[in-house]
């Protein structure tokens, strides 16, 4: 009986915690438009693609697929410690694409197809949906270890780019880092 109850208010925190972290993701992730607007085709969209998911659903949702996708690239980086590039290339590939629908769940897959289209990364999604789309096909097709790693190399500076600019200054950053490093 002592352990059920215990078990039993391990789920109850564990509820709260991620009730609480939902919050915070909300107040993240809150739009900060006019409230009193027409509403667009995105919004139409948007409420059209899951308009029956709460959003404890989609924190729920978004764990998944993170901790899925993690586990993935993390089985990656272990065939390739056993010299299996191909399978390394796929499960890390793999494990991207998954990690990149969980933030989905988090703001909505219409405002996640705003967010990676913005000026400011169009150019970084474009080149790292490309990568991966390509790093799949070099898989599929030759499996040859040199161009699975060239395309890893490729879909990680994209993913990293792409990355750097939610960050304020990221980019300029980093630019700067490499001027130092290569002497320019």
Known sequence: RRVHGDVTGCFRRFKSLMQDSLETVRILFSRRDN???EPTIWDEMESNVCPS????QRLYGFVFCFCL??????????ALLLHRITTFAFLYTSGNIISLFSSGFLVGP??????????????????YLLALASTLMVILMT???AWCILMIAVQWCSLMWYLLSY????????????AVVCGL
């Open 35 to 37: 409230p009193i607007r």
């Open 143 to 145: 499996s040859e270890p």
């Open 167 to 178: 960050i304020p200054y990221g980019r300029r950053i980093l630019r700067s880092c490499c």
């Open 69 to 78: 996708g993690f586990t993935m690239t993390c089985a990656g980086y272990v």
């Open 53 to 56: 998911v709460s959003k404890e």
């Open 110 to 127: 219409i405002q996640q197809l705003k967010n990676m289209c913005h000026e400011k990364r169009r150019w970084a999604t474009i080149t």
